[in-house]
């Protein structure tokens, strides 16, 4: 059943507009339409998972699947989640509005190891039990005779945290989908369907479902004493194979939704996986082999993304984008394409090594975009130990190039607490940061500035570092160097990672089934998404705690202390650098060898290859990239893999220059729209935002200010309080050259929802007053509560009539300085008038001037109340009309 969602959503919430859903792109199948029903539901805020790349792919795919549809759902904010609770609401999916328990099949991204918390939470909400054994067998008794079976969703999750070690949260999920999902979840889907059709059980389901290449089942195995996984019957594999697929651009294309998101742009993933072989990185190794996406096939999605979308920004995107070797090409030709549309391109973190003129010449339009490089070490000894294959050289070429290019500032990435890592290598970070700026100047530029994110280490599974750990009062200790030595350097903003919340990544990340327990009760104890960063003291408490009641303190006790490592007694060596072998390795070669919690899952990496480049790392050598150079003999390339896709750039095309905004003016429309019912709770910048985008859409011939960041000339009149609705706005868009009233009236209405109805468009000079200029009043009509104890008549006429005969009715204003002025409300009240015959819809028009006097709809009731000395209650603000005086 459909959810009230209209009564819920309301003013008073933060940001109501991200949980309305109906944005441009979404998908809106019939319900009775469909065997399956899926929701992808992405356990961070809206804003956060809208901007998520794969939960768009996954959403666009699933729904062309015949007979399946596929909703979302996000996490609410607190203040939401307190709502949902107080009206005993379940969690609904934004589209169909549908309780979540009403779907087939839920879907979880678990991408972080402390996100589980933020999974529990949307379960709890959405009234679904937490734990796989309570949703198998769970009734419901409709009397004290009987009891009725309550179906409830298949529960799964997706992502790296879920791919590289699911068994610390194995209690909570019916499967497990690793790796890829564009093929493997449609294949999920069929096996439902098949199973909705032949009426099968859960378990029968869910054994089919274990069939399937990449779907881990938890609940048809077992952990062993030593912390390794068994299968507990002979049906199912021994190892589950991580799934691979090829990138899929055609579904990249987003929502557009109403609120400021994340990644406000359009993103197109444009090469999956890396082979650069950095040592401590997770992604790096489970997402092998790499794949480029054909040049073309890139030009045109983003092309007609940007065209359909409205953005203005658009993102090329890989773990490291600098190796799609087709990227100067593919951007030149798009930045080509979309001349006339002033659009910018950003590119994440890239490698420092190839930034070139070609790259810097891509990035941004008429402005520069920010720029991020990741050294991640500080000496050149560090670089080899993870394998990044930079060298101090390559460093200085790529930052003097970024510099020489324009950019004033740049971040970049470190991590400290490395294998093999000394205080020396620890200060190197600060003589590096401070040798680029000497290398970086000119006498007519400012100092080269650096932004610096100083992470602590944390060991992935799936990785020749898995073995390593470093204690909490090492990381404290090393920090405490760098920030001595960063005080004394100008230009250098340092930001350093909580060591609190890295221990319990380590903690969670690394960690076998023992932690279901724990990670159940840090939630119940008020940890998630919001708490770690508004109260982290409360956050970790809550985990810690967890840990305590479950009996695993000496546990933690281990990865707080550094014990969790093999490498430990060859890092405290008094030279590590020559004793990398021998008999000091030896020692811990047991270590090694011993079963992991997550060998039971087959990333196509051998587990001796990982053995073997760890005793590389410590011998300071290093291994080649295998999509350019010679094949590392990891094991993924195969059968069940496939193997590298690197595609030949084509030719650089010719720079047809800038977008040079065209600011002048031959026309202005003035248009007079509507704001009713949903757009009701979109802000005043969202919804110039909403119709900048509409405008792009309709290829419409907008007029740009001049200047650094050249803007659309829209103007829109007095903005209208949130959730307040209105039948007369008014907004000017000037324009380049001549378009008719209707044709314009017509494209314009195209792009936008209807929601908000164009009611009027009238040609006006274009040296004419602007709007702020010729609009003196407003209209409101409010719709207003009298809140009486006494059982009394109200009596609207006679305190209407009050209100009139008084002159001066004051009230204290405070400024934007702080001072306080009183001001004569009554001056700025022109009419005032009942307009229902029970008297609760009131009509006012009062000023609404330049000069920031306007007449507010609480003012009325602040008129109201200091007249009548009665209690009023404004329920409702529409806005009738805004009066112009030309």
Not at 24 to 50: N, Q
Not at 395 to 413: M, P, R
Not at 628 to 634: A, G, L, T, Y
Not at 749 to 764: K, N, R, V
Request: glycine share 6%; proline share 6%.
């Amino acid at each position: 059943m459909a959810v009230a969602v209209e009564q819920l959503i309301t003013p008073e919430i933060h940001q109501p507009a991200r949980y309305l859903g109906q944005e441009l792109g979404a998908k809106r199948k019939p319900w009775e339409s469909a065997i399956v029903r899926w929701s992808l539901t992405y356990p961070e805020v809206y804003e956060v998972g809208v901007s998520n790349l794969g939960h768009v792919i996954l959403y666009n795919i699933l729904n062309t699947q015949p007979r399946q549809l596929c909703d979302r759902a996000y996490l609410p904010a607190p203040d939401f989640a307190k709502k949902l609770r107080d009206t005993q609401t379940p969690l609904f999916a934004v589209e169909s509005r549908r309780s979540l328990i009403d779907f087939d099949i839920l879907g979880f991204s678990l991408s972080y190891e402390l996100g589980a918390t933020n999974i529990l939470e949307m379960l709890d909400l959405a009234e679904i039990p937490l734990t796989w054994k309570e949703r198998q067998n769970y009734s419901v008794w409709a009397n004290e005779n009987e009891a009725t079976q309550r179906h409830y969703p298949l529960i799964f999750a997706g992502g790296q945290t879920a791919t590289s070690n699911p068994e610390p949260y194995a209690d909570f999920f019916d499967f497990i989908a690793l790796g890829d999902g564009e093929e493997l979840l449609p294949e999920i889907g069929l096996i439902i369907e098949e199973g909705n059709k032949n009426n099968l059980n859960r378990e029968e389901v869910l054994l089919d479902l274990a069939q399937i290449p990449g779907v881990y089942v938890p609940q048809f195995y077992q952990m062993a004493e030593d912390g390794s996984v068994h299968p507990l019957r002979a049906d199912v594999p021994t190892q589950i194979l991580r799934r691979v697929a090829a990138p899929m651009p055609a579904y990249s294309i987003k929502f557009v939704p109403y609120v400021q998101t994340v990644h406000d742009r359009l993103v197109i993933e444009v090469r999956r996986g890396c082979t650069r072989g950095c040592r401590f990185c997770q992604p790096g190794m489970l997402t092998r082999p790499a794949r480029d996406v054909e040049p073309e096939a890139v030009i045109q999605t983003v092309e007609k993304g940007m065209k359909e979308t409205g953005y203005n920004e658009f993102s090329l995107l890989s773990l490291s984008c600098s190796d799609y070797l087709s990227l100067p090409s593919v951007g030149m030709e798009i930045k080509n394409r979309l001349k006339d549309y002033n659009v910018n391109l950003a590119l994440p973190s890239q490698r420092v090594d190839r930034f070139d003129e070609n790259i810097a010449n891509i990035i941004g339009g008429t402005r520069q975009s920010g720029l991020t490089f990741a050294p991640e070490a500080g000496t050149q000894r560090m670089r080899d130990i993870i394998n990044k294959g930079l060298t101090n050289e390559e460093l200085l070429k790529g930052v003097k190039t970024a510099f020489e290019q324009g950019w004033d500032k740049i971040k970049l990435y470190f991590m400290i607490g490395l294998p093999g890592e000394t205080d020396a290598d620890i200060l190197g970070i600060a003589e590096t940061v401070a040798w680029l700026q000497r290398e970086c100047s000119a006498q007519d530029r400012r100092k080269l500035s650096f932004n610096l994110t100083i992470s602590n280490f944390t060991p992935k599974p799936h990785t020749p570092f898995q073995w390593h750990s470093v204690s909490t009062t090492e990381f404290e200790r090393k920090q405490k160097l760098l920030r001595h030595e960063f005080r004394r350097m100008k230009g250098v903003k340092a930001n350093f990672t909580d060591v609190r919340i890295s221990a319990m990544e380590d903690f969670v990340g690394r960690g076998d089934r023992r932690l279901g327990s724990v990670v159940r009760r840090a939630w119940e104890l008020g940890a998630g998404m919001d708490s770690w960063w508004e109260s982290l003291d409360r956050a970790f408490g809550a985990w810690t705690q967890a840990i305590e009641e479950a009996g695993l303190s000496w546990k933690y006790r281990q990865v707080e202390s550094g014990e969790w490592s093999l490498i430990q007694s060859v890092e405290t060596h008094e030279n590590p650098v020559e004793t990398r072998h021998g008999a000091s390795l030896q020692m811990d070669q047991t270590l090694l060898d011993q079963p992991l919690p997550w060998d039971h899952i087959n990333s196509g990496i051998e587990k001796d290859w990982l053995k073997a480049d760890l005793k590389r790392a410590l011998e300071a050598a290093t291994v080649p990239d295998c999509s350019f150079e010679s094949c590392s003999h990891c094991g993924v390339c195969g059968t069940d893999f496939g193997h590298n896709i690197v595609i030949e750039p084509p030719a650089i095309p010719k720079f047809s220059g800038e977008f040079i905004p065209n600011s002048q003016k031959v026309q202005r429309l003035r248009v007079w729209f509507g704001k009713l019912g949903d757009m009701a709770l979109v802000g005043h910048l969202d919804l110039l935002k909403l119709l900048d985008r509409a405008v792009r859409r309709a290829s419409l011939p907008l007029a740009f200010t001049a200047g650094y960041r050249p803007s659309p000339r829209i103007s829109i009149a007095y903005a209208l309080p949130l959730g307040a609705t209105s039948s007369g706005e008014i907004v000017d868009f000037e324009l380049t050259e001549f378009i008719d009233l209707e044709e314009f009236r017509q494209k314009l209405a195209e792009g936008l929802p209807e929601t908000i109805p164009l009611y009027s468009i009238q040609d006006i000079p274009v040296n004419a007053p602007s709007l702020t200029d010729v609009v003196k009043q407003a209209e409101y009509h409010l719709t207003v509560q009298w809140k009486s104890e006494t059982g009394n008549s109200p009596q609207w006429l006679e305190w209407i009539n009050s209100v009139k005969s008084t002159s001066e009715i004051l009230w204290e204003k405070t400024t934007k300085s702080g001072k306080k002025k009183l001001i004569n409300l009554r001056e700025q009240l022109q009419e005032l008038d009942i307009i229902s015959p029970e008297g609760t819809v009131l009509r006012y028009v009062g000023t609404c001037l330049n000069d920031g006097t306007q007449l507010r709809p609480e003012h009325i009731i602040e008129m109201l109340e200091q007249v009548t000395h009665q209690e009023f209650q404004l329920l409702h603000i529409h806005r009738q009309q805004l009066l112009t005086h030309d």
